[in-house]
Each structure stands twice: as C-alpha cells, then as structure tokens.
C-alpha cells in the first residue's frame, strides 16, 4: 500500500490572509470610468433636451392659441357691431324723418359703410379662425343666415322706403329673428372660443414655465454630477498613470461646463419669458372682455329705440357695473378709457341713458338723433372715440404680449441642438482621453 506524502510549508514562512479582493486589471478600471462619464453625460443631455423641447413646444401652443383667442375676439366685435349697425339702417330707413326729407341721410350712410365694414372684418376673421384649424363651423352657418335675414330686413325698410324713426313692422320682425340667432348662438359661440382658446394659451404659459423650472433643477443637479465625475475621473487617471493632467479629459470638462452654465441660463430665462407671456396675455385678454362688454352695452341701447317693446325698458345699469368693474381691472393703464367712458363731458354712459330716457318718454326724434348721430355728443360718436382708447390699449398689450412670446420662442429656439452639439463633443472628448491609455495594455 503506496502513502501519500503531502508537504507543507513551515508555520513560520506561511503567506499572510489579508481577506483584500484581487485589484482589477487597469483596462477594466478605464472602462469603467468611460462608462461612468457617458452615463453622466448623457443624463445631462436628455434633461437639457426633454425641458427645451417640451418648452418649445408649449412656447407654439401659446402662440397659435393666444392668435385664435385674438381673433374669436375680434370677431366678437365685428359681430356685435354688425348687429348694431343692422338694427341702425332698419332704424332709419330711407332716411326721411316726417315733414325733413333727407334729414338722416348721413346717419345713415354712415351706418352703412360701418355694417358693410364689420361684415367684411367678419369674413376675414372667419377665414383666419379656419386657416388656424378652429371649430368656427356653427358661427360660419348662423353668421350666413343672420346676414340673410338682416338684409331682408334692411332691404324691407330703404324700398320703397320707411321713414327714419318709423320702421316697417315687416323689417322690425326680420330683424328681431336675426338679432335672436345673433345674440342667443354666434355671439355666444365666439364668446366660448375666445375664452375657450385662451385658457388653453394660458396653460401652455404655465406648463412651459414648468418644463423650464423642472429642467433648470434638472440640469443643476446632473451638470454638476457630471462635471464632478469629470474631475474626479481625471483624479483617477493621475494616480493610476501618474501623469499631473489629461488634457483632452480636461476639455470635456470645460465644455461640459459650458453645457451646464448656457442650459441653466437658456432655461432660466426662458421660465421668466413663459411667465411674462401668460400674466401679459391675461393682461391683453382683459382689454378684449371689456370691449366686448362695453360693445354689449351699446348693441343693447340701439335695439332699445327700434324694438321699444322689446328692450324700451332695458337699463343700462347691470351692463355699466359690468363694464365699470372691466375697466377697473385694467389697472391705471385703463385710466383714459376709464374717463372717456363715464366722466368725460360727452361720454357713452350718459348717451345710453339718455336714449334709454327718450325711449321710455316716446321722444322718438331725440333718441334717433342721439343713437344714429355722428357728432360730438352723440352715441355713434362717444362710443368711437371710447373704443379707440381701448383699442390703443389692447394694441399696446398685444404687442407686449407677443415680445414676450418672441423672447420665449428667442431662449428656446438655440438649445433645440446646442445640448447635442456640446454633449456629442463632451462625449468624443472623452474617446479621445481614454483611448490612449487603453492602447497601452494592448
């Protein structure tokens, strides 16, 4: 039987147990400090890119959405309007007035351009709401029957002719139905889009001011992570091949650097443009409620002298509150049409309530002459020069509106591919710091 001889160190020249893991080989430890740099790289990239597209894209929606909300309100006007100026020419028929031939004549000439006017601003506002993809569908139809029924009304009363003040019972029952489609349907309905498209611009300023914050924190946090691990990497490399700097690591780090600093800015910036577009949009939208109101009012005091039974007892009261409190909303910015509305010598409250007086005193010849006239003091007249203030205002605000819109769209625009130009060559930098050394074990 063969014994098995197992030999043995001797106690005292036996290896120490140290309990440490074996090192990894240095290409492995390079592999995975290049994977560590990508990875931080491209997490900054992916935030910086998401927020401004997402920006951007919020930055069209409020564009296009603040343009229809502008547009429904302009339509608002041109309808409201065009039904006043109907309810003027059925008013003043051929322009005679008992025993005065003639005597209105310019009233109603006036009232004529200003209804074929508004009916062409309503067309061009219709096209315009159609060419942005709005849902104008139920306003094209009524606004096309209400034009039919309006100028069978008018038609009526100038052939062969009624009298200024006497209106055909005829013409006065064509111009009731239209007013009902116009008052109960289009009117309304540009109303809803106006507000509905305005909402949806609004939101779109608060979800792009959103998507900037959240990016900017974003990236602050992972530029920061990714210049660190930058800079520790290049730490590493030092001691692992005791050179004092790579420098083509080191220009990664710079233009990761550049990264994090122009994203941060572009991003910061384009959060306070995203806030500026909404508070000026609400800001400009408050303009076209109150000349939507304001226009309301004047529709209601026209109606009031050629249906009398209808609205002879309607009060200006509830619709000057309303306007009252519009125009207070317009800040001291409002100021002027503030005055021209109500303190000034000749103003739009004080004609409506003198026409309402008329009305309800069957003084027909002094609320036609206030209504329909074109001359300091009158209706027509007062109001214009009161619309106006409000149309300067809205104009300004507008434009405020869109200069920051511009801005927005201005800080977004660049970083649509910046992020991916200084990522990508943050990314070919770092190839080119490791590949050398990797070379080295081949």
Do not use: C
């Not at 200003?114 to 601003?121: E, G, V």
Request: charged residues 15%.
């Amino acid at each position: 039987m063969t014994a098995t001889v197992v030999q043995t160190a001797p106690v005292g020249l036996q290896p120490p147990s140290t309990g440490a893991r074996p090192a990894r080989p240095t290409p492995t430890r390079l592999w995975l400090i290049m994977a560590a740099l990508i990875a931080a790289v491209l997490a900054l990239l992916a935030v910086t890119a998401a927020s401004f597209i997402q920006a951007r894209s919020q930055a069209d929606t409020v564009n296009s959405r603040a343009r229809t909300a502008a547009q429904a309100g302009d339509l608002y006007f041109a309808l409201a309007d065009l039904d006043s100026e109907a309810a003027r020419l059925v008013l003043l028929g051929d322009g005679d007035f008992q025993s005065s031939a003639g005597a209105y004549d310019g009233n109603q000439l006036s009232a004529l351009i200003a209804y074929n006017d508004r009916t062409a601003q309503v067309d061009s506002d219709l096209q315009a709401l159609a060419a942005d993809g709005a849902s104008a569908t139920a306003i094209v139809s009524e606004v096309t029957q209400y034009r039919s029924i309006a100028d069978a009304a008018i038609g009526l009363d100038e052939f062969p002719g009624a009298p200024a003040g006497q209106p055909l019972a005829t013409a006065i029952g064509f111009y009731a139905r239209a007013t009902t489609m116009m008052q109960d349907v289009a009117l309304p309905a540009a109303a809803q889009l106006r507000d509905e498209t305005a909402a949806e611009a609004s939101q779109a300023a608060d979800s792009a001011h959103t998507w900037a914050i959240v990016g900017l924190i974003g990236t602050l946090v992972l530029g920061v992570l990714a210049v660190l691990v930058l800079v520790r990497a290049q730490r590493r490399l030092t001691v692992l091949f005791r050179r004092t700097l790579n420098p083509t690591l080191f220009a990664a780090t710079v233009v990761t650097v550049a990264l994090l600093i122009g994203a941060a800015a572009g991003l910061g910036s384009t959060a306070q443009d995203a806030s500026d577009s909404g508070s000026r949009l609400a800001a400009y939208l408050q303009v076209v409620v109150t000349r939507a109101d304001s226009y309301d009012a004047d529709g209601t005091a026209v109606r009031s002298v050629l249906m009398p039974d209808a609205f002879g007892n309607a009060q200006l009261g509830p619709g000057e509150t309303l306007i009252n409190k519009d125009l207070g909303r317009l800040g001291s910015a409002g100021s002027g049409a503030t005055a021209l509305w109500s303190h000034a010598s000749h103003n739009p409250v004080d004609d409506f309530q003198s026409i309402l007086t008329a009305v309800q005193q069957n003084d027909t010849a002094k609320a036609l002459t206030i209504e329909t006239g074109t001359a300091r003091g009158d209706a027509a007249f007062d109001f214009y020069d009161y619309d106006q203030s409000l149309q300067t205002l809205g104009t300004q605000r507008l434009a405020d509106f869109q200069a920051a819109a511009s801005g927005l769209s201005s800080d977004v625009s660049p970083w649509l591919y910046w992020p991916w130009i200084l990522a990508g060559a943050t990314l070919l930098l770092i190839s080119l710091a490791v590949r050398p050394r990797l070379a080295e074990y081949r």
